[in-house]
């Protein structure tokens, strides 16, 4: 069974880092394609950015562009997000998603306040 | 970017009746070497995750019941809801990913009256 298990969130002061990971089980992590989506509280979906298998490409949306970074470690089974200079409009659940976005984690949530 | 515009925002229906969910794209889906429309429709649950529900504009996900169809090509879309269900209670959205960055609707509340 294809799980995605994501962690890291919680409460996180305005400027600082925070950095997410992704679980991923029941697949074979190194043939997919890996996102991250995220949704304000209340509000609509929003794509952050995907990975492809060997990490040798990875786009983002641009206006979160030089804040988030999005990795990964094969060995590991692992996707990551890494977001920096946070600010309150980054509260949010913060979803990943396999390539195709056809399973998706629980999401975890990250709070951004003083 | 390419932006997708959604609707209606909302709307509330009868268990049995059929809804139509528009999604309009600012710059066509097709993608000429392939054939396709790169368009994604998902259902999101109060409290859930999001679920795809349909992918190349009108190729149902393993597991969706066939009152969801996708329609429309180039840039209008449609996914229908028929025999609406009180388990369909969710917001729907439309995603592209004819291109990068992927964006999605603004979402369409469907409430059950």
């Known amino acids: 069974e294809v799980k995605l298990v994501e962690s890291g969130g919680g409460l996180v002061q305005p400027g600082r880092s925070l950095k997410l990971s992704c679980a991923a089980s029941?697949?074979?992590?190194?043939?997919?394609?890996m996102g991250w989506v995220r949704q304000a509280p209340g509000k609509g979906l929003e794509w952050i950015g995907e990975?492809?298998?060997?990490?040798?490409?990875?786009n983002y949306t641009p206006s979160l562009k030089d804040k988030f970074t999005i990795s990964r470690d094969n060995a590991q089974n692992t996707l990551y997000l890494q977001m920096s200079k946070l600010g309150s409009e980054d509260t949010a659940i913060y979803y990943c998603?396999?390539?195709?976005?056809?399973?998706w984690g629980q999401g975890v949530m990250v709070t951004v306040s003083s | 970017d390419i932006v997708m515009t959604q609707s209606p925002s909302s709307l509330a229906v009868s268990a049995g009746e059929t809804v139509t969910i528009n999604c309009k794209s600012s710059?066509?889906?097709?993608?000429?070497?392939?054939?396709?429309?790169?368009l994604a429709w998902y259902q999101q649950k109060p409290g859930q995750s999001p679920k795809l529900l349909i992918y190349?504009?009108?190729t149902r996900e393993s597991g969706v019941p066939d009152r969801f169809i996708g329609s429309g090509s180039g840039t209008d879309f449609t996914l229908t809801i028929s025999s609406v269900q009180a388990e369909d209670l969710a917001n729907y959205y439309c995603?592209?990913?004819?291109?990068?960055?992927?964006?999605f609707g603004s979402g369409t509340k469907l409430e059950i009256k």
């Open positions: 998603a396999r390539g195709g976005y056809g399973w």
């Open positions: 029941g697949f074979s992590f190194n043939d997919y394609w």
């Open positions: 990975i492809n298998q060997d990490s040798s490409t990875i």
């Open positions: 710059q066509s889906l097709f993608g000429s070497v392939r054939q396709k429309n790169y």
């Open positions: 190349l504009a009108s």
């Open positions: 995603q592209q990913y004819y291109d990068t960055p992927l964006t």
